[in-house]
């Protein structure tokens, strides 16, 4: 369909014309209306419009509807060294929240594993059980070195005026036993350590049970 004909809009022509203008028109309506800005300055005077107003960075400003309505408020800008405080404040809030949620991973892990005190004290039980029997294993190995050092004692005392014509043999015996029980006695330290250690584990994990079962047992009466 031809829009013009020697200079003459045709009726087709018409229709396009006028839908093309009220679709320019519509366009425009639609076109969002800005916010507006207001604030008091520090000279006292009131300042309006459609975008921050540089004037007023120092203190709060309004943004309203374009009825009038309050919509929001903007604060005034931070200085260099209210940045670095805000953005501080925000490290240690980040770090916090991770921290509390690291927190309630290692509960609920806690949880899973030990679901009552029975089971807890269970594993303990068991723990501090395998602690002690390799501690009363050195015991054993203490006892048989001490008897065996009593014995190379006696034959040594043969040469008590002059230890020096002791038998090289019996002098490398009894210096071996010896450093084998300093050995197992640091190793019996060392397990009383560890049980210490194990209970403390227990202890922790107890207080922090406690208040978990606790609520657990609350909401499965509800």
Same mark, same amino acid.
């Given at each position: #369909?031809?829009?013009?004909?020697?200079?003459?809009?045709?009726?087709?022509?018409?229709?396009?014309?006028?839908?093309?203008?009220?679709?320019?028109?519509?366009?425009?309506?639609?076109? *969002?209306?800005? $916010?507006?800005?207001?604030?008091?300055?520090? /000279?006292?005077?009131?300042?309006?419009?459609?975008?921050?107003?540089? %004037?007023?960075?120092?203190? %709060?400003?309004?943004?309203?509807? *374009?009825?009038?309505?309050?919509?929001?408020?903007?604060? *005034?800008?931070?200085?260099?060294?209210?940045?670095?405080?805000?953005? +501080?404040?925000?490290?240690?809030?980040?770090?916090?929240?991770?921290?509390?949620?690291?927190?309630?991973?290692?509960?609920?892990?806690?949880?899973?594993?030990?679901?009552?005190?029975? +089971?807890?004290?269970?594993? /303990?039980?068991?723990?501090?059980?395998?602690?002690?029997?390799?501690?009363?294993? +050195?015991?054993?190995?203490?006892?048989?070195?001490?008897?065996?050092?009593?014995?190379?004692?006696?034959?040594?005392?043969?040469?008590?005026?002059?230890?020096?014509?002791?038998?090289?043999?019996? /002098?490398?015996?009894?210096?071996?036993?010896?450093?084998?029980?300093?050995?197992?006695?640091?190793?019996?330290?060392?397990? $009383?350590?560890? #049980?210490?250690?194990?209970?403390?584990?227990?202890?922790?994990?107890?207080?922090?049970?406690?208040?978990?079962?606790?609520?657990?047992?609350?909401?499965?009466?509800?």
């Amino acid at each position: #369909m031809h829009v013009k004909h020697h200079g003459v809009i045709t009726h087709g022509g018409w229709a396009l014309l006028l839908a093309t203008l009220c679709a320019s028109v519509g366009a425009q309506t639609a076109a *969002p209306t800005p $916010d507006i800005y207001t604030c008091i300055d520090a /000279r006292g005077r009131k300042l309006t419009s459609d975008r921050i107003i540089p %004037e007023c960075t120092d203190r %709060e400003q309004k943004v309203l509807n *374009p009825s009038g309505t309050l919509k929001s408020r903007v604060g *005034p800008a931070l200085t260099a060294q209210e940045r670095e405080q805000l953005e +501080a404040k925000n490290r240690a809030l980040q770090k916090e929240n991770a921290r509390q949620d690291e927190e309630k991973k290692r509960n609920r892990a806690l949880l899973a594993r030990y679901p009552t005190e029975q +089971a807890h004290q269970k594993e /303990r039980l068991e723990a501090l059980g395998q602690i002690t029997l390799v501690k009363l294993a +050195a015991v054993k190995r203490v006892t048989d070195l001490q008897a065996e050092r009593a014995k190379l004692l006696e034959e040594m005392a043969f040469y008590a005026k002059d230890p020096s014509r002791a038998p090289v043999n019996l /002098r490398q015996q009894l210096e071996s036993v010896t450093q084998a029980l300093d050995v197992q006695t640091r190793f019996m330290t060392d397990k $009383d350590l560890e #049980m210490a250690r194990t209970n403390a584990r227990f202890d922790d994990e107890l207080l922090r049970l406690q208040p978990l079962w606790h609520m657990n047992a609350a909401n499965r009466a509800q």
